[in-house]
């Protein structure tokens, strides 16, 4: 019942109460069924004129009835308004810890493929590996806060869309920032720029690509589809960016190792396996599309993760 009223009019699907009720119990449907039956009963309702909990054939249940929020002001999420600080910081931070679960992936798929030299006879090929992974690890955990902390933000402020545009700035602005500090930082100790790294273009993309797949998300399935459309819709847009000119990881790396050739930084073994010569378009396109399902289904599913411990009801 209580999934059924936070949701406050929303449908609930069959696959969520199998999910958040049962907790990965197997049950079948006769018993979601039997539930909904007690429940119209205690509650005096009729499954034909429902005043309570409508019936979507084939797909769940809906809370039909007026929800009124209680004790004293509360959140448009209809938490009371002393926990908002909290749920920014758990839901936010929860993200910000996928986004370093995908950089630690991306940085050793990286770190593997970019070192010149086989990893086992000496230190210089560990370094690189080390270095990269850092890097990664660096901007993909800078990234992570951004988007988590501007759809928590978005989440809290307004109806569930407002995470298109919360994860759109978060990432615009905290893109902005990594790509003039990366630019003035190799400008002012090296005396040459890398070119045009990740910015705030591609932060702003992938940022709303992950709020549309936090918003959609909530209304589907289990956590675990959630995480899969969420990977579905980062390959997409991973993969735009690349064809609309821009760079994630794979290429802004390839820009670095290109300003400066005496560096042991080389990316050309990825592109062997697509038979490729070089860091090429397709190679750009396809590791850009792999990052992109990487970060997104990370960051929603940590963020799934802690708003599930916050409410039950909400995802």
């Not at 449908?11 to 039997?34: H, I």
């Not at 794979?250 to 062997?272: C, K």
Request: aromatic residues 6%; neutral net charge.
């Amino acid at each position: 019942m209580t999934l059924l009223v936070s949701e406050q009019g929303r449908l609930v699907t069959k696959d969520r109460f199998l999910d958040e009720v049962w907790s990965g119990v197997p049950v079948t449907d006769e018993a979601l069924t039997q539930c909904i039956r007690t429940l119209r009963r205690r509650l005096g309702d009729d499954a034909a004129r429902p005043r309570f909990i409508e019936t979507v054939p084939k797909h769940g249940y809906r809370f039909v009835a007026p929800v009124e929020t209680g004790a004293g002001p509360a959140t448009p999420a209809g938490r009371p308004s002393g926990w908002v600080a909290g749920d920014i910081l758990l839901i936010g931070g929860s993200g910000t810890a996928g986004g370093a679960v995908a950089g630690v992936i991306g940085g050793l798929f990286y770190g593997f493929a970019g070192a010149a030299e086989p990893l086992a006879p000496g230190v210089g090929a560990i370094s690189i590996l080390l270095v990269l992974v850092s890097l990664t690890l660096l901007v993909a955990v800078i990234g992570g806060a951004g988007v988590a902390f501007g759809i928590a933000l978005a989440d809290l402020l307004g109806p569930r869309h407002w995470r298109i545009l919360g994860g759109a700035l978060g990432g615009f602005v905290i893109g902005a920032m990594v790509k003039l500090l990366g630019l003035d930082a190799f400008s002012l100790l090296i005396g040459r720029s890398p070119g045009d790294i990740t910015g705030p273009f591609e932060g702003a993309l992938l940022g709303a690509e992950t709020g549309l797949a936090a918003w959609l998300g909530a209304s589907i399935g289990t956590l675990r589809q959630r995480v899969f459309l969420a990977a579905a819709l980062g390959a997409i847009a991973g993969a735009l960016i690349v064809c609309l000119g821009g760079h994630m990881m794979g290429g802004s790396l390839d820009l670095l190792a290109a300003q400066f050739p005496a560096s042991r930084l080389r990316l050309d073994r990825i592109g062997a396996l697509v038979g490729e010569p070089g860091f090429g378009p397709l190679v750009q396109g396809i590791t850009a599309a792999l990052e992109g399902a990487l970060f997104s289904a990370c960051l929603v599913g940590a963020m799934g993760l802690a708003r599930r411990s916050l409410d039950p009801g909400r995802a």
